[in-house]
């Protein structure tokens, strides 16, 4: 027991613990029972318990254990203090106001707890106080008394009503002294004290035709308090009988579906006296002010009562109705007959679920059993209509564990959950009574599934090909990779990271974003140095812990024309394009004067080198090989032309950007002797000069033959080994595919060209600057200065093509041709 002094006020607050483990397991969270006393009336904040000290709980685990009350009214009458566990008056209660007469008055609360859950009873019951005094229905009530009545006549006076309950409410009458009348009480039902005035004397209304009584109910509150009524008898001398009930109490069961109209029962009251004063109006009476209020319709004539609707068990389960039976006479006179109407509970009530608590994520991995949600059912019907079962879906991985008094039920896994099939889960709960018919009702609960880190990343595309031109601009993304994740949130989220080995590899000059996967160079790719690599990218989640998967890069270089042409012949001492040729004046037309020779590192249509004039002193005299770079005289010389001309020469290549270069070329007219003598100096120098750029010519073209030999030979064995499925887009390998290369032959005046590149189906079109190849083919005559020898295009899916044909020595160009 405890007693509390707040600002000056006195508060007796008992409190009763009981606390009783729950047999069995299946339901965790509901194992404990406390029960706290408090009055009425008290202040807002007033304590009235430490749930938490009574419970056991760990106060410094308290606020993480989100302790809380909850109640199954609309009114939070209490409160709990998540830091301490005080239970507190959170509004104000009224004990008249929350349960009328009911003794005693319960208020029960759930404590529930979290990490674990848990679901505790906790049994409020509020005190009366005396709050309110006894009260009459009327200030002033008016008696008719016959003159002719005998002595110990008996007269009810409708009596007072005090809200308070026990002791607090109606003890005992008192009138004020008269000689005529005295007070009895009798006890009746609901009514409790009846008064009664009993005539103690005759009266006589020529002596006295009123007598003014004044009567006191008072309550054995301390200190007590009362209420009083005037009371005024009025004494006539005639109608002298007052009508007589034929019964004391009328009692009837009703069911409370009971339609409106339904007969219950004809109260009956006779009178001895004649004439208009036995004749006898029946009205019903509230036993609180005037007439009544209750769902009933009572026939003033014939006393027939009748059901005029809004009956309802789960209200009020036993009306008790006073009938007014009152004559007719001048001087009316009247009396009550009690009619007492049992309502019978029918199945109009369905269930009602309330969640108590609920764990609204759960993991994946979670063990069957865990505790998803606790919730109470309640069903306003009685007996087996308010008996309740819960279910939930089969289907569904969850199972209902009810608590041994089946008002409570838990919600249980019975199976591990899977995010990745079902993420969220909504949860129907059918709760059903036993009625009949049977009454069901529905809650819905949602349910997500928190997902743990059970996937690893899956690449999109493995392994991957891409295709990067050269002379990429430094620092910019080239291409990138994607993976995936299956599971969800930070164990989506998704890395990457390139696998580096010790040492200098290709990913030294690689850099990959980690949040996205694009890839960019460090540096500017050269076909002419670098024309293939592959690296692994490696996928990582941020799950704890981490998982990881990689995959194969294969990067091909594309050529870009980004190589002038260089000019091989002719070059002066000092390194520029610039040559002097000497010829007899008496050469005949079609003479060769000489041949600029030029190369380009680039290949294909970006290799392939093209000769034009761009300034010439006499355009009749000289021509130039568009293809071959030879230039000769169109005519012989006459004695008038001059002595000396200068040609410039420009040479370009075919890209879509075309690069150029020039070359100058003086030409001498000589006389023949000079000439003579003149070759005879030069052609030592020239043969010199032919010998080493032969030399050199022979040196790159033997190297290339060695290099371009080696690949025909892994790139034949590739093949071999490849699926001949040429349906697919790429194959496995790192290589490229086995495509068959195509060759289109055609003539152009006396030149022949082949084109050749990867197998093109009806319909597609070369394109200038594409990866594909033209070779020029010369003419098939063989002169002196030519040498018969292979062409050989490689195509950069790996095709071999080869012409055999005559390869002037003394050409205008070196190609190396790859798709």
């Known amino acids: 027991m405890a007693i509390t002094d707040i600002r000056g006020r006195r508060l007796d607050v008992w409190i009763s613990f009981c606390l009783a483990l729950l047999i069995g397991t299946h339901l965790e969270g509901i194992s404990a029972q406390i029960r706290y006393t408090i009055q009425e009336e008290v202040k807002v904040g007033t304590a009235v318990g430490n749930i938490a000290k009574d419970l056991g709980l760990d106060l410094g685990r308290l606020a993480d254990r989100n302790l809380r009350v909850v109640s199954g009214t609309k009114q939070d009458l209490f409160k709990v203090n998540p830091r301490d566990g005080v239970l507190l008056v959170n509004q104000r209660a009224d004990r008249e106001e929350l349960c009328a007469k009911t003794v005693p008055c319960i208020t029960n609360l759930k404590a529930v707890v979290e990490n674990p859950l848990e ?33 110990g006549s008996r007269f009810q006076i409708e009596g007072a009503h005090d809200l308070d309950v026990g002791l607090n409410s109606l003890q005992a009458y008192k009138i004020n002294h008269n000689p005529y009348f005295r ?118 004539r014939t006393g027939r ?85 819960c279910s939930v879906p089969a289907h569904l991985p969850f199972d209902l564990k009810p608590s ?15 995010k990745e099939t079902t993420s969220m889960y909504e949860i129907t709960i059918t709760a059903k009574d036993l009625g009949s018919p ?27 090909t891409f295709y990067v031109p050269e002379n990429n601009k430094a ?27 010790p040492g200098p590899t290709v990913t030294s000059f690689l850099n990959i974003n980690e949040a996205n996967g694009t890839i960019s160079a460090l540096r500017s790719f050269d076909f002419e140095i670098l024309k293939t690599f592959q690296f692994q990218v490696v996928a990582t989640d941020s799950g704890t812990p981490s998982l990881s998967s990689n995959v194969t890069v294969n990067v091909f270089i594309l050529d870009q024309n980004d190589n002038a042409p260089v000019i091989l012949y002719p070059v002066s001492s000092n390194g520029s394009a610039e040559g002097v040729e000497e010829i007899p004046r008496n050469v005949n037309a079609g003479h060769l004067v000489t ?25 009749s005299l000289f021509g130039l090989d568009r293809y071959t770079g030879q230039i000769r005289t169109l005519r012989s010389f006459t004695e008038t032309d001059e002595a000396e001309h200068k040609l410039l020469i420009l040479v370009k290549d075919n890209g879509n950007v075309s690069l150029s270069a020039t070359a100058t070329v003086i030409v001498k007219l000589v006389e023949p002797k000079e000439a003579f003598a003149a070759s005879d100096v030069k052609s030592a120098t020239k043969v010199d000069e032919e010998d080493n750029v032969t030399f050199y010519l022979m040196i790159t073209l033997g190297s ?52 050749v590149g990867p197998r093109m189906s009806i319909g597609s079109t070369i394109v200038p600057g594409s990866h594909a190849n033209t070779l020029v083919l010369p003419d098939r005559r063989r002169g002196s200065g030519e040498l018969t020898g292979h062409m050989v295009s490689v195509c950069a899916n790996g095709c071999v093509a080869q012409s055999k044909q005559a390869l002037p020595i003394s050409g205008s160009f070196l190609m190396e041709s790859l798709c």
């Open 119 to 151: 679901m505790h009873q906790v049994v409020v019951e509020i005190l009366d106080v005396n709050d309110h005094s006894p009260k009459f229905p009327e200030e002033n009530y008016t008696l008719e008394v016959l003159e002719s009545a005998v002595v």
């Open 305 to 389: 009562l009748t059901v005029k609707g809004g009956l309802d068990y789960e209200e009020k389960q036993v009306y008790e109705i006073k009938v007014l039976a009152s004559d007719k006479g001048a001087v009316s006179l009247s009396t009550h007959c009690n009619v007492v109407v049992r309502v019978e509970d029918v199945n109009d009530n369905p269930p009602e679920i309330e969640i108590t608590s609920l764990s609204g994520r759960i993991r994946e991995d979670a063990p069957p059993g865990t505790v998803v949600a606790l919730m109470a059912v309640t069903d306003l019907d009685s007996g087996v209509n308010g008996q309740v079962v």
């Open 404 to 418: 041994p008094d089946g008002q409570s039920y838990s919600l249980v896994t019975k199976d591990y959950l899977d």
């Open 704 to 755: 290339v033959s060695v290099l371009f030999i080696i690949s025909i030979i892994v790139l034949i064995a590739m093949q071999c080994s490849k699926s001949t499925d040429y349906t697919s887009k790429y194959l496995q390998e790192t290589n490229y595919d086995g495509t068959l290369c195509h060759s289109i032959q055609y003539r152009s005046g006396d030149k022949r060209y082949m084109l």
């Open 438 to 464: 049977t009454l069901s009702s529905t809650k819905v609960i949602q349910v997500d599934v928190l997902d743990v880190n059970d996937n690893r990343p899956l690449f999109t595309e493995s392994p991957y």
């Open 595 to 619: 041949k600029v020779r030029a190369y380009d590192a680039d290949i294909g249509y970006n290799g392939w080198l093209l000769f034009s004039l761009q300034e010439v002193t006499d355009h």
């Open 183 to 300: 007070l009895e009480t009798e006890e009746f039902g609901e009514d409790g004290k009846v008064p009664f005035l009993i005539l103690q004397r005759p009266l006589d209304r020529e002596q006295a035709a009123q007598h003014w009584l004044l009567l006191t109910a008072t309550d054995g509150g301390k200190p007590s308090k009362s209420g009083t009524i005037n009371i005024t008898v009025n004494v006539s001398d005639v109608n002298d009988n007052s009508p007589v009930c034929d019964k004391q109490i009328y009692t009837i069961t009703i069911k409370e579906n009971a339609p409106a109209g339904t007969f219950l029962v004809t109260v009956n009251a006779s009178d001895s006296d004649e004439g208009i004063n036995s004749e006898i109006e029946y009205t019903l009476r509230s036993k609180h002010r005037g007439l009544s209020s209750e769902p009933f319709d009572l026939d003033s």
């Open 475 to 501: 620092g910019m993304s080239i291409f990138s990779v994607s993976a995936l994740d299956a599971d969800g949130g930070e164990n989506a989220a998704v890395s990457y990271s390139l696998s580096r080995s």
